[in-house]
């Protein structure tokens, strides 16, 4: 509608989304701000060839605001993966509100991010992230029918669903690499009892295993001492447990150059995200002779009981699909072996074969 | 739904878009792409208060996507206070198609884009702008119902509109700073004569003023001087000649220290976008005494008609709401002067109260 005008932009130091390192591809990048509330969010769309964009919503006090948009940009593609790869029709979306949720948090505030959401018309679907819970998600769920995981429509707390695929997951690597189909009597040392590793022990126990735990919480491992006759290690030496299975669910970045020479054990599956400090520390684990079960393949059951819950608490369908992460994690085993590859390579390789056999954009 | 994370965002030198100078507010801001076609758009939402953003799309060969984003935010912004101003329901928005129109621009492009328009379900209403024809925007229409000024719903070429406007502010000024009521002898020195400028010179040749015209495409000089009688001159001195008024309709930042100055006509009236090299140019005009229609305020029709249309080539309230534009431009020119303010201050705190009287948010 301008008949004739002039160019005017000028220069400023300022890349946009498109140069980020972290941009590949993203097919929509949302800065959203609302000026009564002070809401900044950025909301990641990475990839929605399977479904609508799904992921959660982190609230962090992020240094700056390139950081909030790198972290986005990384969780959003890491999300296109993970759900591609545990069968759900979803795509990859990830949401980052830029605030201290220790003293930023209002409802307000949790409001106007549901607008922003609702304004993508469910492109995005929302959920409980790092400094987001599920009570929250009941106040973005006021605004947005895009929230899920809130105490109305979800199975409520997520963990003991990643706790069950990360036990099938355990059994998987263990019937792979130990040619066993009953854990009893194998060892494994657990790092990290938070929602989830309490959950994994607790199954591995009653299924007969030996437990080795370890948290930074002491009150934790007492109980985990006390109910399953667990032992106890510091957390910082887990890894080097003489066992059958090492199942890291604490921190990330675990498994680098200096703690794999140290593993004993001859499986690596658990639920902590980004376990392996760079990509060549998957090779690493191969060439020393360690099955490593793929972070994202194996920790799915949280995304997938929020993805699928049905009503009324229903969780027949989240209890197949988290019981399929073993046969998922089976068919990486057997691809990386047969093509002398380390499994986190198979596992995004079978992730972009179903994406690319998706129909090219909705 | 990460139960255990680490916090791995590492700091890259971009900045987001929330900390570019021309953030300004916006409501959201868009980066969309699209892999196959390559399309990479941004659409900046700055203002729904008054309803959804409606501005133009822009295709051009930007320098990089840093002065896209610089454009994108500085038009949208614009749109917001046009909108307002000519009392519209509408917000301010705009799109940009990081492209050169000559070279890139093919149908699966435009559809692609059209795809991003509708992904915003409406909040965002998109148009013809330089690089983009009402052509385009019937291929975009075809992702989209939220594509305007198509074949099929607007009235086709908007440039009628904008004459009209500028022909009923021309005389709005008239009236207010000649005390009269017909054009007849006064003397108009039309800088431009693109689809616009030739329409007003119609228009003021039918109302019996005298023309002189200027353009660097002779042969439209040639026909207004073989139908109109018009006298010419070259473009660049259209502003010293000796006329009553005084209307730039070809590139902007015409009026600044150097042009001022020069100016013997006791008006600037006209069609041209950004007239005002700087702001303190405003200021500079009220101290020569020259009265100044606000450029956003004046070349409104354009937008009035593409947002108004009626079906079946329908321009009633179009006509109506254009013709209304003399009214608003009276109603600055009197608040300036009882304010001694420069005319397009007022223009934009006219429609700031509007904003700021319509609901917070939508």
Known sequence: MNVSTSHTAHKVNAATAFDHPEFRNHEQIVFGHEPVTGLKTIIAIHDTRLGPAAGGCRMWRYACNADALTDALRLSRGMTYKNALAGLDLGGGKAVIIADPSTDKTEALLEAFGTQVDNLSGRYLTAEDVGISSADMDVVGRRTTYALGTSRTGLGDPSPYTALG????????????????????????????????????????????????????TASVERAVESFGAKSIVPTRAHEVDADIFCPCALGAGLNSVTIPEIRAKIVAGAANNQLATDEDGERLRRAGILYAPDYAINAGGIISIALAGPRDEDTLVREKTVAIGDTLTRIFERADAEDRPTQVVADELAEERLAAAPLSR
Chains 1, 2 share one sequence.
């Open 166 to 217: 990360v036990f099938e997951g355990i059994k998987a690597a263990m019937r792979y690499r130990l040619q066993k189909d009953d854990p009893t009597g194998l060892i494994v040392s657990v790092q990290g009892l938070g929602n989830v590793g309490f959950a994994v022990i607790r199954y591995l126990h009653k299924a007969g295993a030996k437990l080795v735990v370890s948290d930074i919480n």
